[in-house]
């Protein structure tokens, strides 16, 4: 981060590890600031400046795990744009982990290729409106959870903001349950900003979870959703 935006840190960007704030003098000065980080801010709300990803759509193939963990790490700063992105960058992020030969097959180039072509289409996500309820769509996966945070409005879905986290080898042992608990959680975290003293409805396909509020003699994975969904109710 500190490496990308070196020449605006100071200026009109802080920066902590992964995040960022950006100030200005004015709204307007914040608006322009936050298109030069590569954020379009107008009418229609938050979208990816095109001409930032530019650069991105023509990368060739890595050819090594530095490179993946490059590309990877510039396109991680536009995951919130693209639902499932775990899910589609998993044959890459295989490569990144101890003892994996490097071998950048089939799967690897179509996961590298459906990246920089969902970063192309990334869509126009929309700011909050505190007057309409959040709604949490969750799901989770053999190895991947995935959440999307929205609103309805006018009877028309809009978006705010997607978020996805690769399950770890000790979570892939979890029983369906203790899964669908954990993406509760997942989401419950990433998005407590905004849930907190807020309306909030979270959907499930799993309808099982709504009976851990009153579970008493739960394994610890399912402890951990019930402590977090009562602290924010």
Sequence with gaps: MLSIFSDMTRKYMKIFMDDFSIFGE??????????CVGHIVSENSLEVDRAKIDIISKMKPPNSVKQIRSFLGHVGYYRKFIQDFSKFSKPLTMLLSKDVPFNFDEKCFESFSEIKRLLIEAPILQALDWSFPLEIMCDALNYVVGTVLGQTKESKPIVISYASKTISNAQLNYTTIGKESFVVVFLLERFKSYILGAKTIIYTD???LKYLLNKKDAKPCLLRCIY????LT
Excluded: A, G, Q, T
Aim: charged share 20%; hydrophobic share 30%.
């Design 228 to 231: 977090c969904c009562k602290n």
């Design 26 to 35: 004015s709204f307007d000065e914040c608006l322009n600031h936050l298109y």
């Design 206 to 208: 799993h309808v099982v």
